[in-house]
């Protein structure tokens, strides 16, 4: 299947494949944004949103595990958009909900998948087996991150975004994180 490599090459290895799976995500996004005026992290908190119902920003931000101020940017932007709208909860006005409007349940439901077609595609053509080894081994990679001290300090308590984004240098990604 594969050639031989030293072990110690693995590790860089792996760093190339997760900044080509970086690279390949941000471009991606800029295209969806181009196409559908919503960035891939916008799309995912609208289809949160539109599926689970009026939530709160913090529940929001455990269903996308992103961080909360992350979401709070998110949220700020599909408002301007009028793709959702937030509303004081009735019986404790301190609380805000977040429901999507219908112009952003059609959004939601009409724009195509944060991920790319071509590789949900091929994913969803893999048997299940091998379509589990790869999740699994990319949750561990993941696992060993955030375990293995590579988070900074000053975020290690906010959740990793799904989707990673390489800034264009104009405006900081709303992932939160930079690549």
Known sequence: MTDFVEPQAYDLRILRALRRITRSIALHSRQLAAGSNITAPQLICLRAIVEKGPMTATAISREIHVSASTVVGILDRL?????????????????????????????????????????????????ELEQATITLSLERIVDLMESGGVTPVEVSTELASPILEVPDGRIPPESGLVV
């Open 79 to 127: 408002e301007d958009k009028e793709l959702i709208r937030r509303e004081r909860g009735r019986e404790d006005r301190r609380i805000v909900f977040v429901s999507a409007t219908q112009a952003g349940i059609t959004l939601a439901r009409e724009t195509p998948s944060p991920l790319q077609k071509k590789l949900a595609d091929a994913l969803n053509e893999l048997p």
